[in-house]
């Protein structure tokens, strides 16, 4: 099976700009979560998606984030407008819908905020 | 989520198995553990994971202690691709309330030297 694919693998824009990454899961998988890592620091996650309903966004670190999984099928992480603090590397993981099932992780979007 | 200690770094010669250690003193019990590595500039990758018994897969072995308070990736025949940060995570998985998000730490650094 295919796994998870992220769009684009690189981003470089300017602070005060918009830019939006896409997730796509593995097919069949409800659970969709997005994940970053900063320089240096853990990865930490930000959000997690059942189909198409935010069930825990506890790790958003403020509203210039926004998540979207319209449909339940692909997401996308729209970061408006992007800061110098927003730069790092965006992951995305999907599950099957068993308490259980391991993520799995595509392998990120690194985004440079100049 | 229960925290997990592992030892910041580790060595281990080409072909030997790489043993690597897992502290979840506070785990409960229905928590899994479950381990993970990134590889230089990849997405998070699954091993393996389990709740309490033993657990054997084609990447690796999982053993946990029977107190569960601690457990042991083997990688049986370690090569240079197994250079990673191995990370050791306890996952809460409630039934009722599905899929549960993974909490990364600090992970182990493992360099396999030929």
């Known amino acids: 099976e295919a796994g998870v694919t992220q769009f684009p693998s690189h981003s470089v824009i300017e602070k005060g700009q918009t830019v939006t990454l896409r997730c796509d899961p593995i097919?069949?998988?409800?659970?969709l979560y997005w994940y970053r890592r900063v320089m240096g620091k853990e990865i930490k996650f930000l959000l997690h998606?059942?189909?198409?309903?935010?069930?825990?966004e506890s790790g958003m670190p403020n509203n210039r984030f926004l998540a979207e999984r319209t449909g339940g099928t692909y997401s996308t992480l729209k970061v408006q407008p992007a800061e110098l603090e927003d730069s790092g590397v965006y992951f995305c993981?999907?599950?099957?819908?068993?308490?259980?099932?391991?993520?799995?992780f595509g392998n990120g979007t690194r985004l440079t905020v100049t | 989520d229960a925290k997990t200690t592992q030892p910041p770094s580790m060595d281990c010669a080409e072909g030997r198995a790489a043993n690597l250690p897992c502290n979840h003193s506070?785990?409960?019990?229905?928590?899994?553990v479950y381990w993970y590595r990134q590889i230089h500039s990849q997405g998070p990758q699954y091993i393996i994971h389990?709740?309490?018994n033993n657990e054997t897969n084609e990447m690796a072995s999982l053993i946990i202690t029977e107190d569960r308070k601690s457990s042991t990736l083997i990688l049986p025949h370690a090569t240079l691709r197994d250079t990673a940060v191995y990370y050791c995570?306890?996952?809460?998985?409630?039934?009722?309330?599905?899929?549960?998000?993974?909490?990364f730490g600090q992970g182990t650094r493992l360099t396999i030297n030929p």
């Open positions: 993981a999907s599950s099957r819908d068993r308490d259980n099932s391991p993520l799995h």
């Open positions: 998606f059942v189909k198409e309903s935010k069930q825990d």
């Open positions: 097919s069949g998988h409800d659970n």
């Open positions: 995570i306890v996952r809460r998985t409630l039934i009722i309330q599905g899929a549960q998000k993974l909490v």
């Open positions: 389990g709740l309490k």
């Open positions: 506070t785990i409960s019990g229905n928590e899994y």
